[in-house]
């Protein structure tokens, strides 16, 4: 229903909740947790691609920052409500801080996207003595954010991020970010990832058994 105007139709829908269900099954984030945040993203008026992108960018991002997939929920949450809004306000920032995801990765991201859209952020950040006051100046807009996150999926081409502007030595980084990301997400380190990973594949098989028997 949230999607609707904007020309999606009920396949669109099941292919992004299948599109997130393989992500989940190889990661330690929970299937159930994402289904709940992309309607809390286009409920908020985000589209479904952009949606599906930028879930799995926050939950790479957590990975590599050491977060957890409830903490990762909790910044989904946050940003949902930005993106909503239109900007990312100080408020929203210190959420995200909050669950373990400001750090200097994050934040290095965000100003390289500013830089290609030729937003004065060195400068800002001069003026205004830190990255978090330069917030006030409503320049990290839900296009920098989207576009940032969709660089923390590992699923940007060399030739997209051209188009987009980046140039060849940003081009490299973003993809090795987006790789290291992606190998953070989804190599298990303890048991319990273990058995939540192995969780999510046994529910992701009994769903498409309940399909093929009883039906979609």
Same mark, same amino acid.
């Given at each position: 229903?949230?999607?609707?105007?904007?020309?999606?139709?009920?396949?669109?829908?099941?292919?992004?909740?299948?599109?997130?269900?393989?992500?989940?099954?190889?990661?330690?984030?929970?299937?159930?947790?994402? =289904?709940?945040? &992309?309607? $809390?993203? *286009?409920?908020?008026?985000?589209?479904?691609?952009? !949606?599906?992108?930028?879930? #799995?960018?926050?939950?790479?991002?957590?990975?590599?920052?050491?977060?957890?997939?409830?903490?990762?929920?909790?910044?989904?949450?946050?940003?949902?409500?930005?993106?909503?809004?239109?900007?990312?306000?100080?408020?929203?920032?210190?959420?995200?801080?909050?669950?373990?995801?400001?750090?200097?990765?994050?934040?290095?991201?965000?100003?390289?996207?500013?830089?290609?859209?030729?937003?004065?952020?060195?400068?800002?950040?001069?003026?205004?003595?830190?990255?978090?006051?330069?917030?006030?100046?409503?320049?990290? =807009?839900?296009? &920098?954010? $989207?576009? *940032?996150?969709?660089?923390?999926?590992?699923?940007? !081409?060399?030739?997209?991020? #051209?188009?987009?502007?980046?140039?060849?030595?940003?081009?490299?980084?973003?993809?090795?970010?987006?790789?290291?990301?992606?190998?953070?997400?989804?190599?298990?380190?303890?048991?319990?990832?273990?058995?939540?990973?192995?969780?999510?594949?046994?529910?992701?098989?009994?769903?498409?058994?309940?399909?093929?028997?009883?039906?979609?």
């Amino acid at each position: 229903a949230n999607t609707e105007s904007k020309g999606s139709t009920l396949q669109d829908v099941n292919r992004a909740l299948a599109e997130l269900n393989t992500y989940a099954d190889k990661t330690i984030y929970n299937f159930t947790e994402m =289904t709940r945040n &992309i309607g $809390t993203f *286009t409920a908020a008026g985000v589209d479904l691609k952009t !949606s599906v992108s930028a879930i #799995k960018g926050i939950a790479n991002l957590a990975a590599v920052s050491g977060s957890n997939s409830q903490q990762a929920s909790t910044a989904m949450y946050q940003l949902s409500q930005a993106l909503a809004a239109g900007t990312v306000k100080l408020m929203d920032w210190n959420s995200v801080v909050n669950a373990g995801m400001g750090g200097q990765v994050f934040q290095d991201a965000l100003k390289e996207t500013a830089r290609v859209h030729n937003i004065a952020i060195d400068d800002m950040i001069k003026k205004e003595g830190s990255f978090r006051e330069t917030l006030q100046n409503g320049w990290l =807009t839900a296009e &920098i954010l $989207t576009e *940032t996150l969709s660089k923390f999926t590992g699923d940007l !081409s060399a030739e997209q991020l #051209k188009q987009m502007g980046y140039t060849e030595e940003q081009i490299a980084g973003i993809i090795k970010m987006g790789k290291t990301a992606n190998d953070a997400a989804t190599k298990v380190k303890t048991f319990t990832q273990l058995f939540d990973t192995l969780k999510e594949a046994a529910q992701s098989g009994w769903s498409q058994t309940w399909r093929i028997v009883i039906g979609d």
